[in-house]
C-alpha cells in the first residue's frame, strides 16, 4: 500500500472554464453592479438634522469621565509650575546669550 498511488479525479464543474477577457468582463460587471447598489443604499439614507447632532453630542459627552475637583486643581498648579519653569529658564538662557554676546563683540545696547 505505501507504494502505490491513488488517482485522484477532479470534479469538474459545472460552468465552462472561461478565457481571460470574459473573466474581465465578469469582473468588470459584478464591479458596477456593486457600485450601483451602494450608490442606491446611499441615497436611501436621510439626512439628520441639527437635533440629531445635538443628541449625538449629548450622547458623547454623558461618556465622558469628567475630573474631580482635586484633579483639576493638581493638574492646573502642576500647569503653571512647568509654564513657569520654562519662562524662567529661557529668560536665564536668552540673558546668557546676550551677555557672551556683548562681551565677544564688545557692544552695548541701550
Sequence with gaps: MAGKKKSVSKKQSSKPVKNSADLARAAASSASTKNK????QKQGKKRSGILAYLRGVRQEFSKVVWPTREELITDTVVVFATV????LAFWLIDTGFLAALKGILGITLS
Design 37 to 40: 447598489s451602494q450608490g442606491n
Design 84 to 87: 513657569i519653569f520654562f519662562s
